[in-house]
């Protein structure tokens, strides 16, 4: 099993700024994939930024030029920099991982989500 927790969620105006991390633990060979997505209230979840093990990065189209991912592979950690935030925003936002476990001689594919962290943005 992977664990993923997350944290440095909150309230703040908008303008402001907040940075979330998200640690990585438990049975880990590799992790391939590190993204975080949000989901507001009536809504679907949605892929935010995302970034493989090579650091290359993407981002919707809604946070380009605000937010920026990046990952520290020796912690396990992708971080999300949060700048100019709006409203809009405000959300729960969750850490997802794609990554590989050895099973014996085997390599195991495997996918988890955090628990979410909201974030708030008031006007």
């Known amino acids: 099993q992977v664990q993923l927790v997350e944290s440095g969620g909150g309230l703040v105006q908008a303008g402001g700024s907040l940075r979330l991390s998200c640690a990585a633990s438990?049975?880990?060979?590799?992790?391939?994939?590190m993204g975080w997505y949000r989901q507001a209230p009536g809504k679907q979840r949605e892929l935010v930024a995302r970034i493989t093990s090579s650091d290359s990065t993407n981002y919707a189209d809604s946070v380009k030029g605000r937010f920026t991912i990046s990952r520290d592979n020796a912690k396990n950690t992708v971080y999300l920099e949060m700048e100019s935030l709006k409203p809009e925003d405000t959300a729960v936002y969750y850490c997802?991982?794609?990554?590989?476990?050895?099973?014996?001689?085997?390599?195991?594919?495997?996918?988890?989500w955090g628990q979410g962290t909201q974030v708030t943005v008031s006007s």
């Open positions: 997802n991982a794609i990554g590989t476990r050895l099973r014996g001689a085997r390599l195991e594919s495997w996918e988890s």
């Open positions: 438990g049975s880990i060979f590799s992790i391939n994939l």
